[in-house]
C-alpha cells in the first residue's frame, strides 16, 4: 500500500480567505490526484498533480480557483482560494501506485475544511 | 461518458448475516476495471475489491465478494458473516484506458451494521 499524509487534518476558515493543504506520500508516486468530497456526497476528481508542469484540470474546476503544486514525486499541494461556504468540504489527495501486477489507487485520509 | 449508479443510499444488516450492495455502470468500452472502495467514519478510502472486466470469473476476499454480471452492467458486492467494523460507506467505481484510468465513483451506499 501506500503511505498518504495530509495537513491540515481539519480546518475551519473565513470566506474570502485562501488555504492551502499538503500531501506527502512515503515514496515516489507518478499519478497524484485530488479530489473532493462534498458533505454526505461521492467523491470527484478535481486534477491530477503532474510533477514538472501544470495540473490538469476536471471540467468544472479551474487553475484560479484550486492552484496545485508538484514539485516533486513525493508531494503536492492544492490551494483553495477565495473561499466560500460552497466549498466547505472533505478534500482528499491520492496516487496510484504498482502493486503487484495492478495498478491500485490509494487515498490519503482527506482535509475537511469548513467555510463560515 | 461513462457512469456509476449505486441505487441504494442505505442498507442495515444484522451482525454475523449477509447484505448484497448493487451497482450498475453504463460504458462502451471492453477494457475497464470495477472497485469497491470503503470509508469508515475515519474518512480513510480503503479499496476492498476489484474485479477486470476481460475476468469471467467473480473476485473474492475474504468475506467479500463480487457478482460481476459484464452483458448487464452489473457489480454487486456481497459481504458475508457481517462484522460491526463493516459499517462504513461504500463506493462503487470504475476505470478505464478510453476514460484516461479515472475512477468515476458511484455516489455511495451507506451500511449500517446491527449488533
Known amino acids: 500500500s501506500a503511505v498518504i499524509s495530509q495537513k491540515p487534518s481539519r480546518d475551519i476558515c473565513q470566506r474570502g480567505t485562501s488555504l492551502t493543504i499538503q500531501c506527502q506520500v512515503d515514496?515516489?508516486?507518478?499519478?497524484m490526484f485530488w479530489y473532493r468530497q462534498q458533505p454526505g456526497q461521492s467523491l470527484t476528481l478535481i486534477a491530477t498533480?503532474?510533477?514538472?508542469?501544470?495540473?490538469?484540470?476536471e471540467s468544472g474546476f479551474v487553475i484560479d480557483k484550486f492552484p496545485i503544486s508538484r514539485p516533486n514525486l513525493t508531494f503536492s499541494t492544492l490551494t483553495v482560494s477565495n473561499m466560500s461556504p460552497e466549498d466547505s468540504s472533505i478534500y482528499l489527495c491520492?496516487?496510484?501506485?504498482?502493486?503487484?501486477?495492478?495498478?491500485?489507487?490509494?487515498f490519503g485520509p482527506g482535509t475537511r475544511l469548513t467555510v463560515l | 461518458a461513462q457512469t456509476v449508479t449505486q441505487s441504494q443510499p442505505e442498507m442495515s444488516v444484522q451482525e454475523a448475516e449477509t447484505v448484497t450492495l448493487s451497482c450498475t455502470y453504463d460504458?462502451?468500452?471492453?477494457?475497464?476495471?470495477l472497485f469497491w472502495y470503503k470509508q469508515p467514519p475515519s474518512r480513510q478510502m480503503i479499496l476492498v475489491i476489484r474485479?477486470?472486466?476481460?475476468?469471467?470469473q467473480n473476485a473474492t476476499e475474504n468475506r467479500f465478494s463480487v457478482n460481476f454480471q459484464k452483458a448487464a452492467k452489473s457489480f454487486s458486492l456481497k459481504i458475508s458473516d457481517s462484522q460491526l467494523g463493516d459499517a462504513a460507506m461504500y463506493f462503487c467505481?470504475?476505470?478505464?484506458?478510453?476514460?484516461?484510468?479515472?475512477?468515476?465513483f458511484g455516489a455511495g451506499t451507506i451500511l449500517r451494521v446491527k449488533s
Open positions: 491520492s496516487v496510484r501506485r504498482q502493486v503487484s501486477s495492478y495498478n491500485e489507487q490509494f
Open positions: 515514496s515516489q508516486v507518478t499519478m
Open positions: 498533480a503532474n510533477q514538472g508542469s501544470e495540473a490538469t484540470y
Open positions: 460504458t462502451s468500452e471492453s477494457d475497464y476495471y
Open positions: 474485479q477486470e472486466a476481460y475476468k469471467q
Open positions: 467505481a470504475y476505470r478505464s484506458p478510453e476514460y484516461g484510468n479515472k475512477l468515476v
